[in-house]
């Protein structure tokens, strides 16, 4: 059988996906504030990692490294409703991707897994 | 703490500083210039341990292979030994065949290299003033057109570099400059593409040598040049950009002014505002932003909303930094 990320289309999808998330991501008045002032660039290769990781790519990521990563944006009141939106726009992505529906839960649920690291709780 | 071991000394690293600052905070100065990772002026080589990765972004391969690092990016993680690159490592000495200027304040400095130089139009050389001071200059020049380099240098006032490329070089000095580095530059996989090229001052510098570089390799797509300055007067080569898009019916030049007299035939606004207005979807666009770095790092924002892929976003900011 193979993995979500092979399903979903793997590092093909993250290209095609990370300019819609990251699009949507930087519109968000919700949370785009968090994105201001990081170069573009490095950012958007962050959001392949994060991508990569919700479609249950290959990461070497630990929930550590989840907690130290979003430390300095919990300090900027990074919360909740702000993780939200978040899974709101990765849904919204895959979408308008025509990511089929089980697909997207399962990613969504690989994300919502590391909510309690990003948010440092 | 890694250390790190330089001219026999050993010096302590501590978190959060780079190799660059490292060695300055114990007065040794290494050459530098952007301090972001950029320019390429701090090059050094590993000789033990090892450089994270990142340290080697941008590098040739060549390069990378053999260890060389940048000093402003490298956030040592172990000990490592290191030096300044051998003698001749990415250097060329240049001759000043011409100084023209271009307008009140920016003059096209011309240099002849020797050894032929591997370049693309739009990529950047570092002009060095002497053996710690240098700084980045993109190439305005298409190889395959001109015989000579050609820099489009601005006078900042107060700098180490510029003033004195204005002032005290002199057709016939001999000067080092770098190797050319750099991905802004035109690549011909796809004709008909749209591209968009936006600039500010001398960052029509590497746009100038994009945008022949293009045209030269039979770019069918449209190729829209704005460029943009507070005055009309200080934009420049405004005539050869005119006859270009006469010969040329793909390439379109809009000189934008930002000040508050604009005089007939210029758009009224900043360059990168005119441009998004006047293309609203940029959806399979390739874009080029070249210049003041505020004006880019807005440019490629603007630029992805509209559409543009940040895969086909390609900017160089003229960062400068006020130290050596
Ligand atoms: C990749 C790259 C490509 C570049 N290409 C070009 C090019 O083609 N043409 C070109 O002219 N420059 C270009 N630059 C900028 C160039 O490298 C130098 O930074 C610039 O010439 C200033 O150097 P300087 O030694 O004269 O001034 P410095 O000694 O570096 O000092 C500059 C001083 O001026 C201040 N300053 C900074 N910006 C301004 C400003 N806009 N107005 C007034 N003061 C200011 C600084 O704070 C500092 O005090 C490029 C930079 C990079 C990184
Ligand atoms: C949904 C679960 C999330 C996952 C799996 C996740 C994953 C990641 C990963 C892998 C990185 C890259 C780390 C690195 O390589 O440096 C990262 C960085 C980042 N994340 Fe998240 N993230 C999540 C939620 C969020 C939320 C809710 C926000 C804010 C609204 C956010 C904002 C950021 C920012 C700003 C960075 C860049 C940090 C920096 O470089 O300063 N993330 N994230
Ligand atoms: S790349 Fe290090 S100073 Fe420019």
Redesign the interface.
């Known amino acids: 059988m193979s993995s979500l990320y092979e399903k979903i289309g793997g590092e093909g999808a993250v290209?095609a996906a990370?300019?819609i998330f990251?699009?949507k991501v930087?519109?968000d008045d919700r949370i785009k504030r968090f994105f201001d002032g990081v170069d573009?660039?490095k950012q958007?290769s962050k959001q392949k990692a994060f991508l990569t990781m919700a479609f249950g790519g290959p990461h070497n990521y630990t929930g550590e490294d989840m907690r130290k990563g979003h430390a300095h944006l919990v300090k900027q009141g990074l919360n909740d409703s702000h993780f939200d939106a978040v899974m709101e726009n990765l849904g919204a992505t895959l979408m308008e991707l025509n990511v089929p529906g089980e697909l997207i839960a399962q990613a969504a649920a690989i994300a919502e897994s590391t909510r309690k690291d990003v948010l440092g709780k | 703490m890694p250390s790190i071991i330089y001219g026999g000394q050993s010096y302590q690293c501590k978190e959060h500083e780079s190799v660059l600052d490292c060695m300055t905070a114990h007065d040794v100065t290494i050459p530098s210039s952007c301090r972001a990772g950029l320019c390429q002026t701090c090059l050094m080589q590993a000789v033990t341990g090892r450089v994270p990765e990142v340290a080697q972004v941008g590098l040739k391969q060549t390069l990378a292979a053999q260890n060389y690092f940048l000093a402003c990016a490298c956030y040592p993680e172990e000990d490592i030994e290191v030096k300044l690159p051998s003698l001749g490592v990415g250097k060329y000495s240049a001759v000043v065949v011409d100084i023209n200027p271009l307008n009140a304040d920016i003059v096209c400095l011309e240099l002849s290299v020797g050894t032929k130089l591997n370049y693309k139009a739009g990529q950047f050389i570092n002009l060095h003033k002497d053996t710690i001071t240098a700084r980045s200059y993109s190439l305005a020049s298409v190889p395959e057109i001109d015989e000579h380099l050609h820099l489009h240098i601005r006078k900042l006032p107060n700098g180490h570099v510029s003033p004195w490329v204005h002032h005290a070089l002199k057709v016939g000095d001999s000067v080092d400059i770098s190797d050319a580095n750099g991905n802004c530059f035109y690549i011909a996989d796809n004709p008909d593409q749209n591209l968009l090229l936006i600039g500010t001052g001398s960052g029509l510098a590497p746009l100038y040598g994009i945008i022949r570089d293009a045209l030269i390799q039979g770019h069918r797509g449209a190729i829209k040049l704005y460029h943009g300055s507070k005055t009309a007067e200080s934009l420049y080569m405004s005539e050869e950009l005119k006859s270009l898009a006469v010969r040329y019916p793909n390439f379109a030049y809009t000189p934008c002014v930002s000040g508050h007299s604009v005089p007939r035939g210029f758009a009224s606004g900043r360059a990168h505002d005119v441009a998004i207005k006047e293309n609203q979807d940029l959806a399979g666009w390739r874009i080029f932003l070249c210049g003041h770095p505020e004006m880019v790092?807005t440019g490629?924002?603007l630029a992805?909303?509209a559409g543009a892929?940040?895969?086909d976003i390609y900017a160089d900011p003229f960062i400068s930094t006020a130290k050596i």
């Open positions: 290209n990370v300019d990251y699009r930087l519109k573009m660039d958007a | 790092a490629k924002k992805f909303f892929s940040m895969r």
